[in-house]
């Protein structure tokens, strides 16, 4: 049973426009979500998070919106660059446990 | 600073043979993770130290696998008996404390089981 639950498993946008990635989760209980950034052979790096308090988190280019009612987050970039193409993963913290969700593999195109 | 650093980054081995996976945390980090990630799919926990002790050891798959951070710094994981579907990444991953819910992550070490 899937607790995070990343639908599109590749996702390409034009360099500049916007990239939105989605997640959806099932468990009310987490009480963090975080959006974490991996390259090919390179550990995953963290990217932005969100508290379930909160509906929104900024950081430059990226912002992260919740909708707990909904069960769902997502992950804007904008504007999209040659450099985002990566895997995105979207987890969810249960205590010290980070559930993860399968990935979504982001291609920006020149 | 270094960050996670894991060893090997590659290990082939046979099917029934014993494996250590080693793993170096940022230093100062009291909290460390294993998780382990199949193809296609997003990191799945195994153990979680705090210190030297394993908080939480419910990810492991079976008792093949198994743990250790004797000095609260270094963390070895041990694979008995590996088997063709323990292949796989294995990452490590430690954060300042376990109440810090950003991890830094290692590169992994690609396990394959032939």
């Known amino acids: 049973d899937q607790q995070v639950k990343q639908n599109s498993p590749s996702l390409s946008v034009q360099e500049g426009r916007i990239s939105i990635l989605n997640c959806d989760y099932t468990n009310s209980m987490f009480d963090y979500f975080l959006w974490y950034k991996k390259y090919p052979a390179e550990g995953p790096t963290f990217l932005i998070s969100?508290?379930?308090i909160k509906d929104k988190n900024e950081d430059g280019r990226f912002t992260v919106f919740l909708n707990k009612s909904a069960k769902h987050l997502s992950l804007h970039i904008v504007p999209s660059q040659p450099g985002d193409s990566a895997v995105y993963f979207c987890?969810?913290?249960?205590?010290?446990?980070?559930?993860w969700g399968a990935g979504t593999k982001l291609i920006i195109k020149p | 600073g270094a960050g996670v650093s894991q060893t090997p980054s590659n290990k082939v081995t046979e099917k029934g043979k014993y494996v250590e996976l080693r793993c170096d945390p940022i230093?100062?980090?009291?909290?460390l993770y294993w998780y382990r990630q199949s193809l296609g799919q997003g990191p799945e926990f195994l153990i979680y130290f705090q210190g030297t002790g394993a908080a939480d050891d419910s990810g492991l798959p079976n008792d093949r696998f198994f743990a250790v951070r004797p000095e609260g710094s270094v963390s070895t994981l041990k694979i008995q008996r590996t088997e063709r579907g323990d292949s796989a990444v294995y990452l490590c991953a430690s954060s300042p404390s376990s109440n810090t819910y950003e991890q830094y992550f290692g590169p992994g070490t690609r396990l394959t089981v032939t």
């Open positions: 987890a969810a913290s249960a205590n010290y446990q980070l559930i």
């Open positions: 230093s100062g980090h009291t909290a």
């Open positions: 969100i508290s379930s």
